[in-house]
């Protein structure tokens, strides 16, 4: 049952981005942002998604991705970098509530206590992996984009930008699971797998994804 409520996990978190178009930038914004706070938080469930062990957040990469794709289409990149911005700062904001929440001393009739620290607990660790490994990568992704526009004499563009992402993701994917979830999880290469495998299937259906968007975008 798990791949099938991992697709309809993935349809509802797309088809929210498609509402979002609807309703505008601001939307696309809000709801960039809300998917990266639920990666980060949710990341930690572990699951079985054909026989590999896997991470419950990995749809949430998938509306996170295509939420910024959709800004960048249609409002330009100034806008999608802002919406990246926004989403660090919830993520900043949500890695200090979180632990302001811990250090509350529960009630005698508290029971959920131990399972806030259970989850919460790690929250710093993983948004400050999430810093890490963006950063690095953006400085990797632009060198590399660089060294294949230089290698191919500026021709191939589409080729040129899909290994650009395809080894960027690659390399976040790896950095992440390693910086972030090292020790959490039991098994890392799973992990790792699954995740980047989303990821390519995301990048290849981005193109598709975005002329469904015109039709939304040109809707009545």
């Known amino acids: 049952m798990n791949e099938l409520i991992f697709i309809l996990q993935s349809i509802t978190v797309a ?8 309703i505008g930038s601001a939307a696309l914004i809000t709801l960039a942002a809300i998917q990266a706070i639920c990666a980060n938080f ?3 469930k572990q699951i ?7 991470t419950a957040s990995d749809a ?12 960048q289409e249609y409002y330009g990149p100034a806008l ?7 989403s660090f700062g919830c993520m900043i904001l949500f890695m200090l509530v979180s ?3 811990l250090a509350y ?11 806030y620290c259970a989850l919460l607990t790690h929250t710093p660790r993983i948004i400050i992996a999430s810093f890490v490994t963006y950063g690095l990568m953006q400085l990797f992704d632009a060198g590399l984009y660089s060294l294949l526009k230089q290698a191919s004499g500026g021709r191939l563009y589409l080729l040129r930008n899909y290994a650009s992402v395809l080894i960027s993701q690659l390399g976040d994917t790896v950095l992440f699971s390693f910086l972030g979830l090292y020790g959490i999880v039991d098994n890392l290469s799973d992990v790792i797998i699954i995740s980047y495998s989303i990821k390519l299937l995301v990048t290849l259906c981005a193109t598709p994804f975005l002329l469904l968007t ?4 040109k809707g009545p």
């Not at 001393?105 to 508290?110: E, H, N, Q, R």
């Not at 015109?214 to 975008?217: A, D, E, N, Q, Y």
Request: glycine share 8%; net charge positive.
């Open 15 to 22: 088809g929210a981005v498609l509402i979002a178009l609807r």
């Open 42 to 44: 949710f990341v930690l």
């Open 48 to 54: 079985n998604l054909c026989s590999y062990n896997a």
């Open 60 to 71: 949430y990469a998938i509306g996170g991705l295509l939420a910024l794709n959709v800004l």
């Open 80 to 86: 999608a970098r802002r919406a990246i911005g926004i």
């Open 99 to 101: 632990q302001l929440h």
């Open 105 to 115: 001393l529960p009630s005698t009739l508290d029971t959920l206590h131990p399972a």
């Open 214 to 217: 015109r039709t939304i975008k």
